[in-house]
């Protein structure tokens, strides 16, 4: 079993809708969270990085962690073809650990005009 | 704008070949490391970089060495290339641990690696 678990997708929606972007872990140390967004033939960026549990937003995209059940979402809303990506999720149990990141395999988004 | 500078988009190289992919960044950052991206397995740590001349083995360094002589820059050295590193190859850079967002990774574009 994957330390990170991610649906490849991919998942298609029409413009403007809400989009729910998952990941679940097995491993409880994890505490810092992170979203990458990949646009085709190009590297990850950072999205959203996020500590502990709770939710944070940034424009149109939240993001929330839920330790207990090990599980971090990714919301974006009144989604836009611009949005079309794949998105991983990345996690890491303490900071200055970088290279104990654990990434998810991503999930390909398209959104439809 | 702040930049991770791979090289090469493409690269085309025969088996056995000795393969170099430059990283060069921009940001002062302590951190670099090596990824490949292959479908389906994710993103796959290679090696890494603390500081310079530092160099520490990720979790698949079989295959591949690398260079760190200056702050800004990394090297990926595929010392004889199979058709099994066929990949694409991403260069990541963050800033040191103690920082509080060592974990904060900035990527190039990626090179996208043939070997046939």
């Known amino acids: 079993q994957k330390e990170v678990e991610q649906d490849p997708g991919p998942l298609s929606v029409p413009e403007g809708a809400i989009v729910s972007l998952n990941c679940t872990y097995s491993?409880?140390?994890?505490?810092?969270f992170m979203w990458y967004r990949q646009y085709s033939r190009k590297g990850p960026e950072l999205l959203m990085y996020?500590?502990?549990?709770g939710n944070k937003e940034d424009g149109r995209f939240t993001a929330q962690v839920d330790k207990s059940s090990k599980y971090i979402s990714l919301f974006i809303r009144d989604s836009q073809p611009s949005d079309s990506a794949t998105y991983l999720c990345?996690?890491?149990?303490?900071?200055?650990?970088?290279?104990?990141?654990?990434f998810g395999t991503g999930t390909r988004l398209q959104v439809t005009l | 704008d702040v930049k991770v500078t791979q090289s090469s988009r493409y690269l085309v190289k025969r088996t056995g070949e000795k393969v170099f992919l430059e990283c060069v960044q921009d940001?002062?950052?302590?951190?670099m490391f090596w990824y490949r991206q292959d479908p389906g397995l994710g993103l796959r740590l290679i090696y890494f970089?603390?500081?310079?001349?530092?160099?520490e083995k990720g979790d698949i360094p079989e295959g591949y060495s690398v260079s760190r002589e200056k702050k800004e820059r990394f090297s990926l050295i595929l010392e004889s290339a199979s058709t099994n590193q066929t990949s694409m190859y991403l260069c990541?850079?963050?800033?040191?641990?103690?920082?509080?967002?060592?974990?904060?990774?900035?990527f190039g574009s990626g090179t996208q690696l043939s070997v046939l």
């Open positions: 990541a850079s963050s800033r040191g641990a103690g920082t509080g967002v060592s974990e904060k990774l900035f």
């Open positions: 491993n409880s140390a994890f505490q810092y």
């Open positions: 996020t500590y502990s549990s």
């Open positions: 990345a996690m890491t149990s303490n900071t200055g650990t970088a290279s104990k990141l654990t």
């Open positions: 940001m002062d950052h302590e951190n």
């Open positions: 970089s603390y500081d310079v001349k530092m160099k």
